[in-house]
């Protein structure tokens, strides 16, 4: 787009160009579910700037924006250098997640931090003896899930196809690129993949579909009347805390509280609390709290709110990092 409608002035650099949406990938073997298959979507980005020096600029804001919203999923990630490939350009990082089912081989350094794909090695089966880095010997090796590639690209394109732009001299000269992109399906996939159990799904906090499952008595049971009550009431409270599109509300009451915590174990709830036996039995009325990834809590009305109300303070703070990435993009880059 650029070429064809080139030179633009100095005056409109740094231009950064992205867009969502999805694309196809002849997979002569399709796999891992969403992390492998042959329509995914993606998130893109194409930056483009007057000098080399400008372009790695771009590079580091965008690679450090990268790295924060991978903090904010709150899943283990590294960043690693990476060979450009058929990409090209002069400079190349990937981003992953640490996984046994991940298809690529990493190569980590316990005294530097530095990490590398092998691929940069030129080997996927034999460990460097030292660190390209610190030169020492604790290099490591495991496999990673890429979800993220960067790539500074300088002229390999914009010079053959004559993308220019006018200098503060008046003459045209060369658009310096870069390129970016997410794989917005596959970190979904590899997320759950990484956080998951055998006998559990598991969401980062930012992408779970709902904060809260409350599941109440069985149906027909005898604590069914007074427990409802106080089921009735923990809904509406719950709804003031989380807001009533983060409540999932089971109220298949002819299962049993049993199927249906298998259920919400399945789907992966952060928190699902159940209203059962144990809320009519004693004085101070006792639920149980099932917090993904952790043991059964027992606890009272009063401390199992208190539990969800940190959960949805965390998860505002996370989401409030996020829209201020989104501000500086916005402010920064143009929507296309």
Not at 116 to 145: H, I, K, M, W, Y
């Amino acid at each position: 787009m650029l070429a064809t409608t080139a030179p633009i002035s100095y005056r409109q650099l740094p231009l950064r160009l992205f867009q969502i949406g999805p694309k196809f990938r002849d997979e002569l073997k399709s796999r891992f579910g969403l992390m492998r298959a042959k329509e995914f979507l993606m998130k893109d980005m194409y930056t483009f700037d007057v000098t080399m020096e400008t372009a790695r600029n771009t590079y580091a804001t965008v690679s450090d924006a990268y790295e924060r919203f991978f903090r904010q999923l709150e899943v283990p990630f590294v960043k690693v250098e990476a060979d450009t490939g058929m990409m090209g350009g002069s400079l190349s990082h990937e981003y992953h997640f640490i996984s046994p089912v991940g298809e690529d081989t990493l190569l980590q350094c316990s005294n530097c931090g530095y990490a590398g794909n092998a691929e940069v090695f030129g080997s996927d089966t034999e460990t460097p003896s030292t660190c390209p880095s610190c030169q020492g010997p604790q290099l490591s090796r495991v496999r990673g899930v890429e979800v993220a590639h960067t790539f500074l690209l300088g002229d390999k394109y914009s010079k053959p196809l004559g993308a220019t732009f006018l200098s503060t001299s008046g003459k045209p000269e060369t658009l310096v690129m870069g390129c970016y992109g997410i794989g917005i399906t596959r970190v979904v996939a590899a997320a759950l993949e990484v956080l998951s159990t055998e006998q559990e799904l598991r969401w980062p906090k930012l992408l779970a579909p709902y904060d809260v499952c409350l599941i109440g008595p069985k149906q027909g049971s005898k604590e069914q009347a007074t427990a409802e009550s106080l089921e009735n009431e923990l809904l509406q409270t719950l709804t003031q805390i989380c807001g009533p599109e983060e409540i999932l509300h089971d109220e298949r009451k002819e299962l049993t509280i049993g199927k249906r915590l298998l259920d919400a174990k399945r789907l992966g709830h952060p928190l699902t609390i159940v209203v059962g036996g144990k809320a009519v039995q004693q004085e101070t009325p006792n639920l149980e709290l099932h917090a993904s990834g952790a043991e059964k809590l027992e606890l009272d009305v009063a401390e199992v709110l208190s539990l969800v109300a940190r959960h949805v303070r965390h998860k505002q703070k996370l989401l409030h990092e996020q829209q201020g990435e989104l501000r500086i993009s916005q402010t920064i880059g143009h929507v296309h």
